[in-house]
């Protein structure tokens, strides 16, 4: 095998190792009863509600798009962990084989998109319920899941606020 093809094996399995590592420190693991429980009785993230301002409308609307796609996310996440799981048991314990590790790696990916294109269809459901001036701070809130970095500042322009000039 040619050593830099061995080399970005090696580099992008440490990213996605370190990546999945720093969520997985960074968010509770999956507790059936707690998670179930926030399902059965979906509360309006205060955050969202008071930075959209939504009216009981839209709110009512909001907590069945959250529902459903907390349902679909939460199938997804066990899956992805799984993989996750299969990939590392792998690296573990078996010498290293490229095809094995594609496939492993292909599955965690493909989890990954799900996930991505879960949080893409909650942002379009979510914006056919607001009005038109409520969408400018509902693309801001997306902007800091979607493109803000640990190493951003809060108020810089890769975050989705505009910086103080």
Do not use: W
Request: hydrophobic letters at 35%.
């Amino acid at each position: 095998m040619k050593k830099p093809y061995f080399i970005g094996i090696i580099i992008a399995l440490v990213l996605l190792l370190g990546v999945n590592i720093f969520f997985f420190i960074n968010n509770s693991c999956y507790h059936p009863s707690k998670v179930e429980k926030k399902i059965e009785k979906p509360k309006i993230n205060p955050y969202v509600s008071e930075n959209l301002s939504l009216d009981k409308e839209q709110e009512k609307k909001y907590a069945i798009i959250k529902k459903r796609h907390q349902k679909i996310a939460i199938k997804i996440a066990d899956s992805l962990h799984a993989s996750q799981e299969r990939l590392m048991n792998y690296i573990e314990k078996k010498p290293y084989d490229t095809i094995e590790i594609n496939n492993l790696e292909n599955k965690v990916t493909y989890f990954q998109k799900q996930l991505l294109h879960q949080s893409v269809e909650q942002y379009y459901q979510l914006k056919s319920i607001l009005h038109k001036d409520q969408i400018a701070s509902m693309d801001d809130i997306y902007r800091q899941i979607f493109v803000c970095r640990p190493t951003c500042k809060k108020d810089s322009k890769c975050c989705g606020k505009k910086g103080k000039k």
